[in-house]
């Protein structure tokens, strides 16, 4: 992609109204724009890491069993009259009134539709498990919305729901989501911590939230520290036994501020550490909660109807566009893990118009295109001191810079967005350098 | 994926409310439930052919040189207002009042909110040309939803938004979509021909409809019978003049049954075909409707401000689905086209238990996939019958049928669905061939 043709409005000053870096850096960065309170557009540069963010989430869930589905934005009414929660679920619920008067509302949550998906639906132990996710938007009508993409209106979420026949099935669905959500998030660059948590509006009685440690995170958290250093799980067998894995993760001390005990933990000493964090991902296990006011019944092996046992479990896919650039950042603007980024490589052009760097930008742009990676080429008329400070904020891992003294010698130069790196190397070493580091 | 564990609720039964056959065969093939009046939930079959069309959307939209950013489903009524249609749109707008009491809506149409975006960072025409697309779910309040996927009240849409300096370029980027949609929908194995439109609540002085035929279509549409035979444009070069392209396709007279001038129709004599036809496109160019009430403006070649022009460019993603059936289906159900199959193959296991059938089935299952291919494999423990039933009603272009004769003898049956043919071939042979035709 050209630059000179990209969508890609950045700006130098930093905007009044964010507060917090990731708000900063996606307005700088020609990310995102508000539209209103909480609601945001995304352009190209935030769509392509939205794309990427939920790609890889989409990818993990259907590592572990889940199914995709796409649940409807507008719910009616009915169904959360029947679960009792379209009292209880406060003004976050966005209700609407269609023309023919009827009860609706922008989905906060799904719980009650996939439940009603199910009942109609499954009618034996023998179609059990089941899990089934999406990948959709949400609304919910926060009284102060704030922290740009971290505390919208609508807001882009996965959510799964399992469905078993007993306890202990059903827990297991839970470890299939603690055991992915672990992988997922380490796919991106992040460092999440499990910490119990408690229910709240969805209900149940076992819950997890994952939290993303970042110096400028939103709220206070402690945990052990083996917790930093522990390696998530590789070639993963969904179906065999996952519950020493998450016992392992679990038997370390982890908490919220909210659930913090200073006396517990002050029993672990020096390896206590103190963080501030983010929650990216919430797994429920609430058991009837749901299956037993809705009938989501099935068949049992005894032959008779026996209400299914259920949980949930999501991931703020939008939230973590905003939790990465927490995580990942300088002075200088985003820093990419290569995983979620726009483009993989960016190529200054420190000379348009000069048929020499014009040609060489070309040729690298093709090649390292060929190669599988995207590339953003700034070939646009400005001075080497706008194109460094963009290519630097908008944070691609790489940077080839292309400039008239080098390409008469042959070389360009290679930097390394994270460690600020560089290198002059010839053209045939750069394309062959990225592609083996992608 | 073993059938055994994928979510597919098929029915034997026609349902009753089902008027149209892709609506009959999307509900029997477990593709979608109605959630309620004209609002569906979409499962795992219908949300992976739903994915694979918007992914063919996207791909031709992106060589055309649009770019893809998302807008939210709930705007503001404030922009509505400064563009004139607050009022003007009917009733099916939902109209909603947020926490605040703020005016707000479910984007039926998204002219106001990329407007918006567009006044707001772009400044020169030296930025220009910009074409904006996205993928994304819109709301009409249908006063009577029906024919399913086909006339729901919240659908899967591609608009796309394009801004020019001067009517010249406009109208390249008018046919820039014109010659993609030709494409995208050739991709689908659909025959859709572009018919002149009226332009309705978009407005705008230039307007085609892509239409789809299908016997089963909502409208009569006419057309010379060149139209039918024409082949759509390859390796396009999209900077380059296209308009040859689009003179040619309407050079020929196409007309839905609104536009029809019997007169000038005559003309054309033994050349006019008569069908029905399903509208799946609809492009427009505007000019300055919205870019002059709304001030988007950019600083052209004289120094000074000018409106811009613009166009919209919207493709029905989810009615796709169902127009896609309307024009592949027989008696047995639906017959995908291979680019939007939800799996490629499909294994049918004669003999599930039986060990020498379920190892062949595992084999082959293994092996297609290893070669990209998707594969749904039926080792549910249901009669051979069921699972012909069900296996021709789901669609995939081929069937793999493993019984224990054959097994002992080294082969397997290959059965394409679309022509019925079938030949007994060895495992590998059957790899080979799969793997070659996709």
Redesign the interface.
Known sequence: MRLS???L?TLKENPSEAQIVSHRLMLRA?MV?Q??AG??????L???V?QNIANIVRDEQNCA?A??????????G?LWKESGRYDDYG??M?R?K??HD?DML?GPTHEE?VT??FR???KSYRELP?N?YQIH?K?R?E?RPRFGVMRG??FLMKDAYSFDIDYERSKHAYNQMFVAYLRTFARMGLKAIPMKADSGPIGGDLSHEFIVLAETGESAVFCHKTLLEKPVPENVNYEGDLQPIVDDWTSYYAATEEKHDPVAAAQIGGELVSARGIEVGHIFHFGKKYSDPMKANVIGPDGNQTAVFMGSYGIGVSRLVGAIIEANHDDAGIIWPASVAPFHVGIINLKTGDTACDDACAKLHKAIKLNGLDVLCDDRDERAGVKFADMDLIGLPWQVIVGPKGVAKGVVELKNRRTGAREELSMDAVITKLTVAA
């Open positions: 043709r990209f969508f409005p020609g724009r539209h209103t609601i945001y557009n995304w352009l190209p935030g769509t392509r939205l069993g199914q995709e589905i796409i649940m409807p934005t507008i719910q009616s009915e003004p976050e966005l609407i269609d023309r009827r922008y539709v009603d998906i109609y639906n499954v089941k089934l938007w609304f009508d009284v209106r609508e």
